[in-house]
């Protein structure tokens, strides 16, 4: 009998290591599924492309639906060396490098979709999180929300939800960079918001990138939206801790401007 272990619950997945080398993953909702089941197409095709370790998950029961990947160790990347965020700026250059049409051919969600779920998200945020903030912080964040709404003109395959608990770090290593079910295309300055904003390392981040003012303008926007997912994620799942504590960082980080 295999040995689980129940290891995260996260907000998209149910995740599960066994017997010590392997990770599972259960869709939490239908459309995770469908996400689910692009990276098991995605990813084979894209970690020979990156030059850092990714999952590549396979599918080992259809109903309900279970992917399998080898267990990536590590601890959550909570500050960057230098020498770590150069090779994490390289990682998301050739990330946004990829053929972003095979990339759909393959499952992932195209940029006229990904836009159409921004601004409803957007709009969401207009109304569930503006009115929480105080009058001296709303005119900056209704800017900030109107900024992030502009169309690119060139949207690229990204992973789409880069932070610590997502880059691994062992033995002063990265040793790996997971969770890729909200991989799409879209704005690539969101995947290299954190690393270049928060890390401690984003000046090497940045460098090995190539990043541009106008990529790092948009990166700092990405940055400064980060809690308000966690607001409404806190209402959708009745957890006024996660409201509370979303408002927090919405307030704080808009604060820093």
Do not use: C
């Not at 999180?129 to 109107?146: F, I, N």
Request: hydrophobic share 45%; charged share 25%.
């Amino acid at each position: 009998m295999a040995d689980v272990h129940v290891i995260e619950d996260g907000w998209d997945s149910r995740a599960f290591l066994v017997d010590g080398g392997w990770l599972d993953r259960e869709p939490r909702r239908d459309e995770v599924r469908e996400r689910l089941l692009a990276e098991t197409r995605l990813m084979p095709w894209l970690a020979p492309q990156l030059p850092l370790p990714v999952p590549r998950p396979e599918v080992i029961r259809q109903e309900p639906l279970r992917v399998r990947h080898r267990f990536l160790r590590g601890d959550a990347a909570i500050a960057l060396t230098d020498e770590q965020g150069a090779l994490l700026g390289r990682f998301f250059k050739a990330l946004h490098s990829a053929d972003a049409g095979r990339a759909v051919d393959l499952g992932v969600i195209d940029a006229d979709v990904a836009r159409a779920e921004l601004t409803a998200t957007l709009d969401r945020f207009r109304v569930e999180v503006l009115p929480r903030l105080p009058e001296d912080l709303r005119h900056g964040a209704a800017d900030l929300l109107e900024r992030l709404a502009r169309p690119l003109d060139s949207p690229a395959l990204v992973h789409g939800d880069v932070g610590p608990q997502h880059i691994l770090v062992a033995d002063g290593k990265i040793s790996g960079v997971i969770d890729w079910t909200d991989a799409h295309l879209g704005d690539p300055a969101m995947d290299i918001a954190w690393p270049v904003n928060a890390s401690g390392a984003g000046d090497a981040v940045a460098a090995a990138y190539g990043a541009d003012s106008i990529s790092l303008a948009r990166a700092r926007d990405w940055h400064l939206l980060g809690p308000w997912h966690e607001v409404t994620y806190g209402l959708d799942t009745s957890a006024p801790a996660l409201v509370e504590s979303g408002m927090f960082g919405v307030r704080s980080r808009l604060n820093s401007l």
